[in-house]
């Protein structure tokens, strides 16, 4: 695409995501918690939150024509952002099926569904952009297979765990005030994550945007890993605050622990290697993403780390303070873009997520301490902290090595020495185990 037409394609991913919240207003998460606590309530909840996102899409398409009209941009781009706004609605109808699979915790329909979605929608992609067409085609393509997606995961939930439809307009009424708040978490979190996309558009151009999202792609690509294994372990996390906040709380440490295990060394990587990824991923054009990618990069470790925390958070029922958290780290994120935007551009940009991501990390320790909810960071940043200053060692003095040796060679010794510093317990071999011989 280049650096310009890829900057376009970012705005029109980052304007719709900003209004999601507005459609979701937390019900996805909360049919998750409830429905997994009780599962007689899952046609309730997939209804109705069904019927409330249709009846609330016009309002905010809406929003979304009159936000890309106040802010004056082309007609190719605001074409482009209006179709990209009606594949993101879908996906936001979608996520509710996904939420009822994550419930009854059968996670491999999600699994098979996006995996062969994403595969159509890549490959077609692809396709047309080799044959020369542009982004209003690529943005069809994603609105054809949002629609795809969607049906079949309505078949599947029809077939496999809704009885019937039950449309109950109180039913909304009653819940709106449990949900609300995990919808102020949904849409803060997308402010703080795209608001500064958005900034850049307005205060520095395309071409920069491409520049910054070149980057901050390659990071945003792992925020699925503990998205899904958090959400995975929400239901049981849910289930054992009413039931056993001691295996809540063994449960925290170990996905703290494991989540920290894996960030954190490809937040190292992406600091000694980036340049060699930007000119493996995007070409010589996009060499100013270099800088960008280094500091992003520590975003990894930070999300891994804050999802979990944030996670436990929301299966304690303290939504409420986690959307007034994110309210805060949103303000905070768009006064440091605000400052740092005109006379850093986007490398300001950088500096003001990682500020923001490190702040909210340390608020939602805090809050899951006052809980009773403890991690001992020393004790679990140690072994892998070691390994990743040895990996980090050995990326620095291979840097004429191909980038696939110098990432294998790093990622064997990071592990050879995390196992010799005892980095792993026996609890943690024999749940392996466990989780092996189950799967």
């Known amino acids: 695409l280049g650096d310009v037409d890829f900057g376009n394609y970012t705005i029109a991913n ?138 079949i995961a309505l078949v599947i939930s029809r077939k496999r765990f809704i009885k019937k439809f039950q449309v109950h307009p109180s039913f909304i009424r009653d819940t709106i005030k449990i949900a609300f708040p995990l919808g102020m978490v ?122 979990c925390a944030g996670f436990v958070l929301i299966s304690t029922d303290k939504q409420n303070i986690m959307a007034t958290i994110l309210a805060i780290s949103a303000v905070l994120n768009f006064v440091l873009n605000l400052i740092l935007i005109p006379q850093y551009s986007y490398i300001g940009a950088g500096f003001a997520t990682l500020t923001t991501e490190i702040i909210l990390l340390v608020i939602y320790l805090f809050i899951n301490k006052r809980n009773s909810y403890i991690i001992n960071i020393n004790n679990i940043v140690f072994p892998p902290g070691i390994a990743c200053c040895v990996m980090g060692i050995c990326l620095y003095f291979s840097s004429e090595i191909h980038l696939i040796f110098q990432i294998l060679i790093g990622f064997i010794l990071y592990f050879i020495v995390l196992i010799s510093l005892r980095g792993f317990t026996k609890d943690d071999i024999v749940l392996f185990k466990q989780l092996i011989k189950k799967q």
Do not use: C, H
């Open 186 to 307: 949904s849409i803060f979190g997308v402010i703080y994550i795209r608001i500064d996309t958005v900034m850049l558009s307005y205060l520095k151009g395309d071409a920069v945007v491409g520049w910054y999202n070149a980057a901050y792609n390659l990071v945003l690509g792992f925020a699925f890993i503990p998205q899904l294994f958090m959400q995975s372990l929400l239901p049981s996390m849910s289930f054992n605050f009413i039931s056993s906040k001691e295996a809540l709380q063994k449960s925290y440490e170990k996905s703290f622990k494991y989540l920290l295990i894996l960030g954190l060394p490809i937040s190292v990587g992406i600091f000694f290697l980036a340049d060699k990824f930007i000119l493996f991923f995007y070409g010589s054009q996009f060499a100013n993403s270099g800088i960008a990618l280094k500091i992003l990069g520590w975003d990894v470790s930070l999300y891994f780390l804050y999802t």
């Open 14 to 151: 980052a304007l719709p995501s900003l209004l999601t919240g507005l459609i979701d207003l937390g019900y996805t998460t909360l049919l998750i918690r409830e429905v997994s606590r009780d599962k007689s309530k899952s046609d309730k909840f997939l209804s109705n939150a069904l019927r409330f996102r249709l009846l609330l899409f016009p309002a905010v398409f809406l929003i979304l024509v009159l936000s890309v009209n106040i802010m004056g941009y082309p007609d190719s781009t605001k074409n482009i952002v209006y179709l990209f706004g009606i594949f993101t609605f879908l996906k936001t109808l979608t996520n509710i099926f996904y939420g009822t699979f994550r419930a009854f915790e059968k996670m491999e329909y999600e699994a098979v569904i996006v995996t062969s979605t994403t595969i159509v929608r890549s490959a077609l992609g692809l396709f047309i952009l080799s044959l020369g067409y542009g982004l209003i085609e690529l943005g069809l393509i994603f609105v054809f297979t949002g629609v795809a997606e969607f049906i």
